[in-house]
């Protein structure tokens, strides 16, 4: 295996572990994962897809993954583009399912960090910050 199909890799496996540690967030806050990975055809897909059914509010979840804030921050990778994809998709989840008609949409960025250059958190432990209502 060569340099760059094992730092592909090594970014899959690392997006896996936010997306793990983020829908266990949403469930600490009371969501239920409805969907992990929901795909359409060649549209995309859409990371998480949470319901709290008592609140009735259905939270479709981009999660963006890195290694540290130092840059930038994950959400601004979730441009123009990226949004109406998720938004389309978000239509064709709710087309399927008419039940959640009367639910509050929500779309939500999920920023999750490895480790910060400030050297404040340990190895290994991860931050995730859920920007709800991003767009």
Known sequence: MDRQTAAANDNIAKGRIGEDACAREY????YEISAR???RG???EIDIIAENREKSVI???????RKDSRFASAGE???FRKRLRIRK???LYLLERPWLNDFYVRFDVAEVYFGEPSGTRKTGELRIDIIESAF
């Open 89 to 91: 998709l978000a239509q």
């Open 27 to 30: 469930e600490k806050r009371g």
């Open 77 to 79: 990778a979730v441009d």
């Open 37 to 39: 990975n929901w795909r």
């Open 59 to 65: 939270c479709f979840c981009e999660v963006k993954t």
């Open 42 to 44: 060649k549209i995309g």
